[in-house]
Antibody, heavy 120, light 106 residues
Framework: QVQLVQSGAEVKKPGSSVEVSCKAS????????INWVRQAPGHGLEWMGG????????KYAQRFQDRVTITADESSSTVYMTLRSLTSDDTAMYYC?????????????WGQGTTVTVSS | SYELTQPPSVSVSPGQTASITCSGN??????VYWYQQKTGQSPVLVIWQDNRRPSGIPERFSGSNSGNTATLTIRQTQPLDEADYYC?????????FGGGTKLTVL
């Protein structure tokens, strides 16, 4: 059974960047799209973008297009999300989630979440 | 993007049926997915492709989608069903979530 394990909590200064990792263990990785979804405190889920590791092809939400980069390292089964030019509005829980063919591309497996706090 | 509207909250008594709606323009022409998120936990898929349940999700959970509204129905609601529920649709190059509905079982 595939598990997605994310990196630990981060505290960042405004204007800086953060990188969050998502490592897949226990099963196939490269042939599934891995997405990033964030959730600000007390708010709902917001899709940021995703990557198909085997090809490296990415898609980004328009509002993050200029600030986010998602990459994948097949050798370590790890996907990375980098968000730049951080502001306090980026304080949120960040999740990675696998998109699975067997449920018509729904997100069947989620990481445990990574808290990112942006504060001066 | 595609706008999905959910009621902020729904309340239900234990053992009763809860219905959570998700509205969008011609939503019935799309597939809708539903996720359950309990406090402090990651979301869990409960319905895919409008009305299909992943293995491990109780039969009490069902879904429908027609016209402009998709509905998640939970029969015989239990206290452990108390959570936030989110609908989701896929667009050509993006994904949209509804704002979420807090289900209270009391």
């Amino acid at each position: 059974q595939v598990q997605l394990v994310q990196s630990g909590a981060e505290v960042k200064k405004p204007g800086s960047s953060v990188e969050v990792s998502c490592k897949a263990s226990g099963g196939a990785f490269s042939n599934s799209v891995i997405n990033w979804v964030r959730q600000a405190p007390g708010h709902g889920l917001e899709w940021m973008g995703g990557i198909f590791p085997i090809s490296g092809k990415t898609k980004y939400a328009q509002r993050f297009q200029d600030r986010v980069t998602i990459t994948a390292d097949e050798s370590s089964s790890t996907v990375y999300m980098t968000l730049r030019s951080l502001t306090s509005d980026d304080t949120a829980m960040y999740y990675c989630a696998r998109e699975a063919d067997w449920v018509a591309n729904a997100y069947d497996i989620w990481g445990q979440g990574t808290t990112v706090t942006v504060s001066s | 993007s595609y706008e999905l509207t959910q009621p902020p909250s729904v309340s239900v008594s234990p053992g009763q049926t809860a219905s959570i709606t998700c509205s969008g323009n011609k939503l019935g022409d799309r597939y809708v997915y539903w996720y359950q998120q309990k406090t402090g936990q990651s979301p869990v898929l409960v319905i895919w492709q409008d009305n299909r349940r992943p293995s491990g999700i109780p039969e009490r959970f069902s879904g429908s989608n027609s016209g402009n509204t998709a509905t998640l129905t939970i029969r015989q609601t239990q206290p452990l069903d108390e959570a936030d529920y989110y609908c989701q649709v896929r667009n050509r190059d993006s994904v949209d979530f509804g704002g979420g509905t807090k289900l209270t079982v009391l």
